[in-house]
């Protein structure tokens, strides 16, 4: 008995139908590990150096943790999109140096949307830790906005929410960048009604989207006129003194 010939055309359509959807799929996984923006090796150079912290390369994502000693205070750090996780230890340090364990989100697919875990996926990496903040880069942070009901604290760098959180109570630190050319203090301040009203709001001069990782330059930024020490220096200075009050 023959097929008829419009079930063979519909099973035709339907395997041309698959085979499309699997090239499409096949060639976004494939994009989003082209082109990642790889972590400054001098920059790197300097965190493994650093003897006042201990860096770690857990399952959870990598951590900086204070040298010697127990921290009550903890960042969950979501990095941009297509960022090496790498290219924010440099930036961190210093947080780490001051007494916070940092944990560094290693995002599937290098896109933080991608990523279903919740915050509890990445603490665990440091149980001694009683109170954490949640805190993210550009697209890392749209998605710390989306933890931070589980969090102690949201801090964003270069970045805003999506989701409202005006009426949370969480204390925010939002860092902007003067010369940012992606997340502009323009799109910042649009989304700051977003945020509780005691947010507090940073614009970083002479900081552009990519002063805030050490990963090189960025399609579409603008040109930072503050230097890399500088910007550590004043990222370390803020964020600590965010972190502070929080300590138990």
Known sequence: MQKKPGRRIWKRVLWGVAIVLALLIGGFIAWT??????????????VRENSAITVTDAEEGIVLS??????DTGLV???????????????LQGLAEDGTTVVITRPWLNLAFFDPRGLDAFTSAASDVSV????????GGVRACQLSADADALVLFA??????????????????????????????????????????????????????GDYGVQSGDGTPTISTEEM???????????????AP
């Open 232 to 246: 550590h220096a004043e990222v370390t200075q803020l964020t600590t003194d965010f972190f502070a009050p929080l």
């Open 132 to 139: 954490w903040g949640v805190g993210g880069h550009s697209l």
């Open 77 to 91: 750090f979501i990095p941009g999109a297509k960022v090496d996780p790498w290219a924010y230890a440099a930036i």
């Open 33 to 46: 590990q082209i082109g990642v923006m790889q972590a400054d090796p001098e920059q790197l150079a300097s």
């Open 159 to 212: 970045s805003y929410c999506a989701n409202d959180l005006s009426s949370s109570g969480l204390p925010v630190l939002s860092l902007a960048g003067s010369e940012d050319g992606l997340s502009t203090p323009e799109k910042v301040a649009d989304a700051r009604d977003q945020l509780p009203a005691d947010a507090q709001m940073v614009e970083i001069e002479g900081a552009a989207h990519a002063s805030f």
């Open 66 to 71: 204070p040298a010697g000693g127990e921290s």
